[in-house]
């Protein structure tokens, strides 16, 4: 006789437990075992437990390939899904091996797991293997398809509903409930004060800093009683949400006449505005990529967007000081430049509606079509092409938790013709345009931090923390992947024969970037440097980036007059004209700031099953190499947390969002 032992652990989440009863077949080079029942009591798979069971069988199964797990229902009890983590086989020969599974069963559900290291599709030799591989990945071709956004967008899983959506990359029962409960509870206080619905205009700016009883933030407070100043308007370019769009100015464009004699005022003393261009000292917003979109209409009015510029000048105090807006882009009578000179009223407007040009811009390309639209193809692509045993699924795949299901969920409720941002100045429409008009320009080049940073000429510009801690976290992420894929490829040659990797990156090409060669995508990769710097930029998107420019969302922006996406009253066009209540009536009223606000919160909220970057409670990896890499790694982020925690204390504005410590390890929602 033969025996093995197998310890089989249930999830530690809340209903992660099962009462069904469970069964399992063992696969070996040399046969297979019966359909074996583990366990005797309903309780043998409560949440967080491992159970230790033993199977025997006539002779030894030879090497294991596979192991299938099945679950039946248990009486007439309704269904009730397992969360089934993993199963660790010690063979009678003494080898303990993982087979990782982490994925909600439900009844009737069988999954055949493979375990051991890692292996790419050429290594397989045993032809159970081989045909085992090749059904899972037709299977998941059609579990995980494509489909067309809109036009001139990246294309996205083809379920509309999260209902349909497999059980591997729903949220967890725990997780579903706590939005839910976080949404109802917002709604409920917002109700109660009679805010919803509300089509009241603002009587005073005090009164939006009572939205809501409870939740603020130091950083909100702050942003409350400094948001008209001017300093603090420029640090929040580099620093704030969108920290994407300001680029070094040395020259400045045809359509934006500013002149020496306007911003003198506002430089160094017996500078000139050529002499700071020169020394590197000036900077730009230019929205054009805004221009000619239109705006919605509300209450068969038009609304008003403005494709702005907006100059900046790094002081000698180091502070970087707004000097000069133009509302559009051609110069006019009619569209004059804004200085920080004029009267405060028209000086604030003119920043407001730089401001939601900005947000506007972040919301649909930053934000949504980077780091979760373009993740989604990443995500999809992934799933469609690698077995679940390759090496590059392994180190994925925690880096793509819930984005599926959070991006149908955004479809539906926030980025649609009825969603939230629909009551965006430009609407859903404008916004679907403003993604249109982006993904073309969205190069290889400008999705990789390093390089992004010195295009837009921002390499010594001070106080830049976003700059600086991102190109740390890229330099710890590029190293961690380094040594996770130079462990599986040896040479180039392993590269271009894995057909599993080269589909990932082709499906990318034509289905995230629409096979636009112009963008610098890869189409297939020919060298382990390569392969590196992809996955490098994927993960460095999904994790930091996106947490860059999504976590302080309620921070800067649950106050509204620091910036929302939706303006009223028609921008500036003479100087004089406008009073602190010109700047009441452009915002929006009660109701649809409420709904921005709560929005903002419901982002930027910390769940409970948070995974953190670099935390990887899930045991993909059987290899003890692989997993002194991954230690290495969390020991580097730890460090650099400890850093930018430290820095952070020394600042009147602490820049928090790219501390690992605060960073999830995917993007959640």
Not at 101 to 118: D, F, K, T
Request: glycine residues 6%; hydrophobic residues 35%.
């Amino acid at each position: 006789m033969a025996e093995y032992k197998l310890e089989v652990t249930t999830g530690d989440m809340q209903y992660a437990g099962t009462w069904d009863h469970i069964y399992v077949t063992l696969f070996g080079t040399e046969g297979q075992s019966e359909r074996t029942k583990l366990g005797t009591y309903v309780f043998d798979f409560s949440t967080g437990t491992t159970g230790t069971y033993t199977m025997k069988t006539n002779l030894s199964l030879g090497k294991l390939l596979l192991v299938k797990m099945e679950k039946d229902p248990f009486l007439c009890l309704p269904e009730d899904e397992w969360f089934f983590s993993k199963v660790v086989v010690t063979t009678p020969e003494g080898e303990a091996i993982l087979f990782p599974c982490y994925r909600w069963i439900s009844r009737g559900e069988l999954v055949e797991l493979r375990g051991g290291r890692a292996m790419k599709d050429f290594e397989e030799v045993h032809s159970l293997l081989i045909e085992h591989r090749k059904n899972e990945l037709i299977k998941k071709k059609s579990l995980y398809q494509w489909k067309v956004m809109g036009e001139g967008q990246p294309h996205i899983n083809h379920l509309d509903d999260v209902s349909q959506l497999s059980a591997e990359i729903r949220y967890s029962k725990s997780k579903a409930t706590e939005v839910y409960n976080t949404k109802t509870i917002i709604g409920l206080e917002l109700k109660l004060k009679g805010m919803i619905g509300s089509t009241e205009k603002w009587e005073r700016i005090e009164d939006m800093k009572k939205i809501f009883w409870c939740k603020k933030t130091t950083m909100s407070e702050y942003v409350s009683e400094h948001w008209k100043e001017d300093d603090f308007y420029g640090y929040q370019f580099l620093n704030a949400i969108n920290p994407n769009m300001i680029k070094r100015c040395s020259e400045l464009p045809p359509n934006f006449p500013v002149t020496e004699e306007m911003v003198k005022p506002f430089l160094a003393e017996g500078s000139s505005l050529q002499k700071e261009m020169e020394k590197g000292n000036i900077f730009l917003c230019d929205y054009k990529q805004i221009d000619g979109i239109p705006p919605r209409d509300n209450n068969d009015e038009p609304l008003h967007v403005t494709a702005g510029l907006c100059l900046f000048y790094m002081n000698l105090q180091n502070k970087l000081m707004p000097i000069a807006i133009q509302l559009h882009q051609q110069p006019s009578e009619q569209n004059p430049i804004f200085l920080p000179s004029d009267p405060e009223a028209d000086w604030l407007l003119a920043k407001m509606f730089i401001k939601n040009a900005d947000l506007l811009v972040q919301a649909s390309v930053h934000h949504l079509m980077n780091p979760h639209f373009l993740a989604e193809a990443y995500n999809v692509a992934a799933l469609r092409s690698f077995s679940e045993i390759h090496p590059l699924y392994k180190l994925l795949f925690p880096h793509f938790r819930y984005t599926i299901y959070a991006n149908t969920t955004a479809r539906k409720n926030v980025y649609s013709p009825d969603g939230i941002l629909s009551t965006t100045t430009i609407g859903y429409h404008g916004l679907s345009e403003l993604m249109r008009r982006a993904l073309p320009e969205t190069t290889y080049s400008s999705l990789c931090l390093p390089d992004n940073i010195t295009a837009r000429g921002l390499e010594s510009i001070p106080n830049f923390y976003y700059r600086d801690d991102g190109l740390k976290l890229w330099n710890i992420i590029n190293g961690f992947v380094k040594a996770v894929v130079e462990h599986y490829y040896p040479s180039d040659s392993e590269v271009c024969k894995d057909t599993e990797l080269q589909e990932w990156i082709n499906e990318i090409f034509t289905h995230g970037f629409l096979g636009n060669k112009a963008t610098g995508i890869p189409t297939g990769f020919n060298t382990i440097e390569e392969v590196i710097k992809f996955i490098t930029m994927v993960i460095f998107t999904v994790t930091a980036q996106h947490a860059a420019v999504h976590h302080g969302q309620y921070d800067y922006h649950a106050f509204a007059p620091n910036g929302i996406l939706l303006l009223h009253n028609s921008p500036p066009t003479t100087k004089g004209q406008s009073r602190m209540k010109t700047i009441l009536e452009t915002l929006p009223n009660v109701d649809e700031t409420v709904k921005f606000v709560a929005m903002s919160w419901i982002f930027s909220n910390k769940y409970m099953d948070m995974v953190y970057m670099g935390t990887y409670p899930e045991e993909r990896f059987d290899e003890p190499a692989i997993k002194e890499i991954i230690k290495t790694f969390q020991t580097e982020l730890s460090t650099l947390s400890d850093a930018i925690t430290a820095r952070n204390s020394q600042l009147e504005v602490p820049y928090i969002y790219l501390n690992p410590a605060q960073i999830e390890n995917s993007v959640t929602i």
